[in-house]
């Protein structure tokens, strides 16, 4: 039980609130944000599709292509819809690849030039 308790889970979990947005929270999500920061209660905020570690949004090879994708082995890949400044809000540190861009509409069309949808 002690290792449970003391593992590094990937983020950094001190001084974390969650909790579940409510009616149109999520359209004004940048407004409650800057609200909050400004009250110097916060450093950072953000959205996510499901609690931490949950990962509830999943798809599988057979929905997905990419490039040396081996046809003959399934993967199940689990993905989270989050904000931009997700990564820093938890205390994420990246391994590989770059933080999100502040313009969703740049990571869109950057998911869509490397992957297709199979439909």
Do not use: C
Not at 15 to 35: C, P, Q, W
Not at 71 to 80: A, F, S
């Amino acid at each position: 039980m002690q290792h449970i308790k003391d593992r590094d889970l990937g983020y950094n979990k001190e001084h974390l609130l969650s909790t579940e947005v409510r009616g149109d929270m999520a359209i004004h999500f940048n407004y409650h944000k800057d609200e909050l920061i400004s009250t110097g209660a916060v450093e950072n905020a953000a959205l996510s599709g499901s609690p931490a570690l949950s990962m509830w949004s999943t798809v599988t090879s057979d929905q997905l292509t990419w490039e040396g994708e081996d046809l003959n082995n399934k993967v199940r890949i689990n993905w989270e819809g989050v904000t931009p400044g997700y990564i820093s809000t938890m205390g994420l540190k990246l391994l590989e690849g770059r933080n999100f861009y502040p313009d969703v509409k740049a990571d869109s069309a950057m998911l869509l030039s490397t992957k297709s949808l199979r439909g």
